[in-house]
């Protein structure tokens, strides 16, 4: 759990984005440290969380977890934290392969059956939701490995629906949801995705690596986005990175301690 | 203008509403919804893009009661229960068999937003649908439907044939003034059929009352102002390039080396006696140069 982006996101005591959906788009640069920031920050407010890991598996999550003093272990066996592994099912899809047999597999047809997923995703929300007596938090990282094994985006879209319906129906749950994409090469698709998305969510992360090309002392830029709400504006704020082993810091563009 | 259209005083049938990411059309929708509310019996609205709850977000409650929220968000897809409203369903026969649907009454209809048919469904199957949801609707008169779409999420040519079928399109663009919070990019089809275009400045108040409306100067007064921004590329110089008409002048009068002056020939001829002199006296032929002396020269 990093305090600066705590600062930064204006997350605070009273508001831990309660009934919010955030986006984080990740281009030319690495924007796993948000996922990471907000698995641990969820887990440390006492929250039920309910985790898809599509481009990780458990152990990274889980040793990244115990360097920002994070158990996942520990939440896991509490019952607090359902992991569920996205890259198995990922695997299985493309492969073909109907080792998960029954109802658990979600492959129907060689395609991967989102709605067999989100019915999964959904009992798994549930069950927190009477055992944590807490609504739950749902973190996906991260969307685009959907779309690459051949989801369309039509059907990314209802499925992102479907769950946003499911967690923040009650305005107390939170879904934080991670997706690539590449704002330099114009992928039509992929931006598409990221559109539709920004018309549903509250608050959206932008990470973008420097035009200049990669540097050791600033690894990227971060673009904050409240969107704006009734006849609120929406409201901005840029700054750049750097990732040290156990913290991130954040400084105003051109102010990096390298620079100066 | 807008304040007119979206008051009812300038009448209009189907009403297109265009946002985007960074321009959100929620509130001048909710103006719409509120406007409404005092004009018709009841305010069919079907919600498909944001939860229900806040869609009606802080809508005074004296309205709520004549809006009647259709929820079409919770189960889009009708992949829980396939008999609750989602994009598949036919939206004409899901008002007409309504429980309490009452004939000869005057509806409006709201749909927040479009974008879902349109990704779903299709361009020809939401234009159809709008149009049967004006004119087929057993024993209702619908005073106005009214339709948000959020252009950036479809391409150009689904919403060209949206726009088509509408009497007023407006659009909400980025508002240039910083006293103004709203900008909108109005095409109005009259009933008369004169088409009336504006462009306008506004701000909405906490009860969706839309006020200080002003006009922004249409763009086709552009055009002037870009030609104005042509460059000059012999301004700001730190020498002269061009000569005028007294320069121009002094540099014919200038007598130069080679050229025939009697003044100076007889000067020369009377100094110097024995020694041989040139002097060239240019006929018609000669073409001399003066800036380009060296032309004549095959280099």
Request: with cysteine.
């Amino acid at each position: 759990m990093f305090s600066d982006l705590n600062n930064l996101l204006a997350i605070s005591k009273e508001n831990h984005l309660q009934g919010e959906f955030v986006v984080i788009s990740s281009s030319k640069a690495d924007g796993s440290f948000l996922i990471h920031h907000f698995l641990s920050f969820f887990l440390k407010q006492n929250k039920p969380v309910c985790f898809v890991g599509f481009s990780q598996s458990y152990n990274h999550y889980n040793t990244v977890a115990q360097k920002l003093s994070c158990n996942l272990n520990a939440a896991k066996t509490s019952g607090q934290l359902v992991f569920i592994e996205g890259m198995k099912l990922l695997g299985d899809a493309v492969s073909g392969n109907r080792l998960v047999k029954g109802d658990n597999s979600l492959m129907c047809n060689t395609d991967f059956d989102l709605q067999k997923f989100f019915l999964c995703i959904k009992s798994s929300l549930d069950s927190l939701k009477v055992n944590q007596s807490q609504d739950p938090v749902l973190i996906i990282d991260n969307l685009s490995f959907l779309h690459y094994i051949g989801c369309s985006i039509p059907q990314l879209v209802m499925f992102v629906n479907y769950l946003l319906g499911k967690v923040t129906s009650q305005g107390t749950g939170s879904f934080v949801l991670a997706i690539y994409n590449d704002m330099i090469s114009v992928d039509e698709e992929s931006d598409l995705l990221w559109k539709n998305l920004s018309h549903l969510c509250s608050l959206t992360c932008q990470v973008t690596g420097l035009e200049s090309g990669y540097s050791k002392d600033v690894h990227g830029e971060l673009l904050i986005t409240w969107r704006s709400r009734d006849v609120k504006q929406s409201q901005t704020k840029k700054t750049q990175f750097k990732l040290l082993d156990k913290n991130v810091t954040f400084f105003a563009s051109g102010m990096s301690s390298a620079v100066l | 203008m807008i304040d007119d259209i979206v008051s009812g005083r300038e009448k209009s049938e189907l009403v297109l509403l265009e946002d985007n990411v960074t321009h959100s059309g929620g509130p001048v929708l909710k103006s719409f919804l509120t406007s409404l509310t005092q004009r018709v019996d009841k305010v069919h609205y079907f919600v498909f893009d944001p939860h229900p709850q806040k869609a009606l977000e802080n809508i005074p409650s004296d309205c709520l009661n004549r809006i009647e929220v259709h929820d079409g968000f919770q189960d889009i897809g009708g992949w829980l229960d396939s008999s609750s409203l989602n994009v598949n369903t036919d939206l004409v026969k899901y008002l007409e068999n309504l429980p309490g649907h009452l004939a000869n009454q005057v509806v409006a209809i709201v749909i927040n937003s479009v974008s879902p048919l349109l990704l779903h469904r299709r361009a020809p199957y939401t234009c159809q649908t709008i149009s049967r949801l004006a004119r087929q609707i057993h024993d209702v008169d619908v005073e106005q439907i009214l339709c948000l779409v959020h252009q950036d999420l479809h391409d150009n040519h689904d919403v060209a044939q949206l726009e088509h079928m509408c009497s007023t399109i407006i659009r909400i663009e980025p508002s240039a003034h910083p006293q103004f919070n709203f900008c909108t990019g109005i095409l109005h089809k009259r009933l008369s059929g004169k088409i009336v275009r504006s462009l306008e400045h506004f701000n909405i108040r906490e009860n969706y009352e839309v006020y200080d409306v002003s006009d922004v100067k249409m763009s086709f007064s552009k055009p002037p102002a870009q030609q104005e921004t042509t460059i000059d590329p012999t301004a700001n110089l730190t020498f002269n390039l061009s000569l005028t008409d007294e320069e121009r002048a002094a540099r014919s009068q200038v007598k130069l080396p080679y050229m025939h002056d009697e003044n100076r020939q007889d000067a020369t001829l009377s100094k110097s006696v024995g020694e041989g002199k040139i002097f060239y006296q240019p006929d018609e032929a000669d073409d001399f140069d003066d800036d380009d002396p060296d032309d004549d020269l095959d280099i």
